[in-house]
């Protein structure tokens, strides 16, 4: 089944509301996706393009789209109702323990999560979500920061690479990374030798998927320019990380969190 018949298979077209409302999907089958973007740290200026395209997506895929930087949103009487949570661009502590708590349940009752960019600046001080977006930032090139490079594509049979050339050149600020995560399944690897900065080496993964703790999580490191939420073949790979996270679109069960 291709992309857009998975995502049919979701439901209506979307109802894309943007701001601090998180009321239910509004028919059964509909996948409904949270998108999160406070920051307490930087502050990318491609956010709010960012859940624009987001909620092209949702139009063109038919799930719909809710966005909020209220933390306020993570109990499970507001989370029950999405399938995916997505960090957009995010920067350090953003949740206090409570709310990390039920972020932790959302994801032990089947939930997915998709990290976008920054999303690996946020939270270093919360081992499980560490464990969760799979590696930490650990600095970039500088002067300029946003430098064109080409991304190896090792992983082709996913749909957030499945319509990218196997080597792709594009710019994009390039994180570096620290704490890896082993389980990460790696999509895409960044070649170092065709910029200058990098510090992971042979290997630095940019992209990658995994199951972890009952749910469904996918990665990318790419993101950071406005320009990137008019590319292509970005918007390409991020709408096939979405349908990654959505997986069958069954809702969460609780009844499989165990997380206090």
């Given amino acids: 089944m291709n992309r857009k018949n998975i995502f049919i298979a979701f439901g209506l077209a979307a109802a894309v509301l943007l701001g601090c409302s998180t009321s239910p999907a509004t028919n059964e089958g509909d996948a409904t996706v949270l998108v999160f973007s406070k920051t307490e740290g930087f502050r990318h200026e491609s956010i709010e393009v960012g859940i624009e395209a987001i909620r092209k997506l949702g139009e063109q895929h038919n799930f719909q789209v809710e966005a909020t930087e209220d933390a306020g949103v993570f109990n499970e009487e507001k989370l029950k109702d999405f399938l995916v949570v997505i960090f957009l661009n995010t920067t350090q502590d953003i949740l206090n323990p409570e709310q990390q708590v039920q972020m932790e349940r959302f994801i032990q009752a089947g939930g997915g999560f998709v990290g976008v960019h920054a999303a690996a600046d946020t939270e270093y001080d919360w081992p499980w979500y560490g464990e969760l977006v799979g590696a930490y930032f650990n600095g970039h090139p500088s002067d300029p920061n ?78 950071h320019t406005e320009e990137s939420y008019s590319e292509p073949l970005f918007l390409q790979h991020l709408a096939g990380g979405i349908e990654y996270a959505i997986g069958e679109g069954i809702p969460v069960d609780y009844s499989q969190a165990y997380s206090e």
């Avoid at 994180?175 to 200058?196: A, F, G, M, P, Q």
């Avoid at 900065?197 to 290997?203: A, R, S």
């Fill in 146 to 223: 946003v430098r064109e490079a080409t991304l190896r594509v090792i992983d082709a049979n996913h749909a957030a690479t499945d319509p990218l050339p196997k080597d792709w050149i594009r710019a994009d600020e390039w994180y570096n990374y620290k704490s890896i995560n082993k389980e990460n399944n790696v999509l895409i690897n960044l070649d170092e030798s065709t910029y200058e900065g990098g510090t992971n080496g042979e290997i630095h993964p940019i992209s990658w998927y995994k199951e972890y703790d009952g749910g469904r999580m996918f990665f990318t490191g790419l993101g």
